[in-house]
């Protein structure tokens, strides 16, 4: 990584982080993990189950919020403040520009990430008294909701650098609960024939699938998971975020910001 | 001196307390005059699969709501001694459907289903579907097996299918050896006491559940009255029949049968012997699932559970 994306990341990081609205978030989904040990107590025999799937689905959910509200504001907020001009009138080209800004927003959510997990752990020890080996497996649910973010920070990454703040989140979420159905649209596409066949296919490749990355109720029953799996979502997501980057790059390179 | 922007600050302070103090005081009398069981007796969406979609994946959570859900509608028609649980078995649908391998549903659903009302739902027919259901998706596990099994033991009392139902259990990997043994015991003595001790006695030993343990406590406890009054009836029967005359009292039919001294039921008290031969126990209130040694005319209070084991 170039010096220059590298300072670019760490600015918005520490940007980031100066924005109240995240240590709310992180504080909330504390609070949500404790609220598990509460329902676990009210129904039965789940108390396990309901910290794993109530934390990781907050975790999941507030990391998502967070990808792109902050995500969306990253470049627009940029061009309103007009510092833009004066990073961009600096050795810098526009797409380490829109690289820094991923590797800074993405940064943010995986330390954002790594507290949510210690509260979600913390929760498991106090429900169990103790950690058993199938208890790893929630790493690789959280290593999966990782993943997850990177391909939503550069989907709103992408809609900021054409869009404003407003449209951008709307797409943003809108592809998230798309991305999440997926599986439903691939099958969709199964029973369709003709044109409709080909478009609802292409669609369905297109859309991030969000479902192949949701492991949570799976590692709740400590399914176990398979070393391919991991890699090919590693990949896919690597990729599907390279190409919403390179989309991104490419319209903000063309951009007129005069 | 206190500056106009601090009296501002306490008027506002106080205003924000007092409302919502008042809110607090309104909801609760609002709650008195709203019928609870409109609230209690809605399931606002139907379909588990638009449930399923709905949760956009997070299915488990879903599931976990829905299960406490489940659990906390059957724990207040219980508590209020209701004899409906209209919404029971949509609610187990709803959470098996969001999470096929949510074992505590299978096991403890089939539970509140099958019982006669008020102990349940008095719907075996859908505990043993959702029992199939469970191993349909989880066919590895033995326990559920046990649980079908239960189920046509105790409440449909259809001996041959628990036997073919233990029987199937047993073959599941790393099953409990007592499944081939209940398998057996239920094709040859099936309405016999140490038929249903055997079976009681396994859910104690193998239930995690603190209230499933004190159930099976309870119903071990039943057996051993039912067994005793069972026996002590006989030897009426047959003091009568030798004698000519039925016994003066129990302490005449104890020393006629050898017995070593005045039957006690498991709290100690002692067996009552009435003129026409029936034994009964002394606080029929302590043994919820007895189904011998009941006063006639006698109406089951709430079940009551002791703390010993």
């Not at chain 2, 299960?67 to 207040?76: A, K, L, P």
């Not at chain 2, 009836?233 to 039925?246: K, S, V």
Request: glycine content about 6%; some cysteine; proline content about 5%.
């Amino acid at each position: 990584m170039s010096p220059r994306i590298a300072y670019i990341a760490a600015n918005t990081f520490r940007e980031a982080v100066r924005d109240r609205v995240l240590y709310n978030l992180i504080a909330f989904t504390l609070l949500l993990s404790g609220a598990a040990i509460f329902v676990g107590q009210i129904s039965i025999d789940i108390e396990r189950l309901v910290v794993i799937n109530l934390g990781l689905t907050a975790v999941s959910l507030f990391g998502v919020v967070i990808a792109i509200f902050i995500g969306i504001g990253l470049v627009s907020k940029e061009i309103e403040k007009r510092t833009l001009y004066t990073v961009l009138s600096r050795p810098v080209r526009r797409w380490e520009f829109i690289v820094g800004k991923f590797f800074g927003l993405a940064g943010t959510l995986v330390v954002n990430t790594f507290f949510m997990a210690i509260g979600v752990f913390g929760a498991l020890l106090y429900v169990t008294h103790k950690f058993s080996k199938p208890d790893a497996l929630i790493l690789v649910a959280l290593y999966f909701i990782i993943l997850e973010f990177l391909v939503i920070c550069s989907l709103a990454l992408l809609f900021s650098s054409f869009s404003s703040p407003l449209l951008s989140a709307v797409f943003a979420f809108s592809l998230f609960v798309i991305g999440s159905f997926a599986d439903d649209l691939r099958g969709f596409a199964g029973m369709a024939h003709g044109l409709t066949r080909w478009v609802a296919t292409g669609a369905a490749y297109l859309v991030p699938n969000f479902s192949a990355l949701n492991v949570i109720s799976a590692v709740a029953h400590q399914q176990p998971m398979s070393s391919q799996l991991i890699l090919q979502n590693t990949l896919y997501a690597l990729f599907y975020s390279a190409m919403a980057l390179s989309g991104a790059v490419l319209i903000f390179e063309r951009r007129n910001l005069k | 001196m206190k500056t106009a922007r601090q009296r501002t600050t306490i008027i506002a302070a106080a205003s924000l307390a007092i409302s919502m103090a008042a809110c607090i005081l309104l909801l609760r009398h609002i709650d008195r005059l709203r019928p609870q069981a409109s609230i209690e007796d809605v399931l606002y969406i139907n379909s588990p699969k638009t449930i399923k979609r709905a949760s956009l994946g997070f299915d488990g959570l879903m599931a976990c709501i829905y299960w406490t859900r489940t659990v906390q509608y059957f724990g207040h028609r219980h508590f209020d001694y209701a004899h409906t649980y209209n919404e029971l078995a949509p609610l187990l649908e709803i959470t098996t459907t969001l999470d096929p391998h949510l074992l505590p549903a299978y096991q403890f659903g089939a539970s509140f289903l099958a019982p006669k009302p008020p102990g349940g739902a008095g719907q075996p027919e859908r505990a043993i579907q959702l029992m199939e259901y469970g191993i349909q998706n989880n066919p590895d596990n033995w326990q559920l097996y046990y649980n079908l099994g239960f189920v046509y033991y105790t409440e449909l009392k259809d001996y041959r299918k628990a036997s073919e139902v233990f029987e199937r259990g047993s073959n599941v990997p790393n099953a409990h050896p007592f499944m081939k043994i209940l398998a057996a015991q239920m094709a040859m003595h099936a309405g016999d006491f140490t038929t249903a001790r055997m079976l009681w006695s396994a859910t104690y030993e193998t239930a995690r559940e603190a209230t499933i343990r004190q159930n099976a406590v309870e119903h071990l406890r039943a057996i051993q009255v039912d067994e005793d009054v069972t026996h002590l009836e006989a030897l009426f029967t047959e003091f009568n029949q030798r004698n000519g005359r039925p016994p003066a009292s129990m302490a005449e039919l104890v020393a006629a049968a050898h017995l070593k001294g005045i039957p006690v039921d498991p709290d100690g008290d002692a067996y009552k012997l009435t003129p026409d031969g029936r034994v009964l126990v002394e606080t029929p209130d302590d043994f919820p699932f007895i189904t011998k040694g009941l006063p006639p005319g006698y109406k089951p209070g709430p079940p009551k559970f002791h703390s010993h084991s």
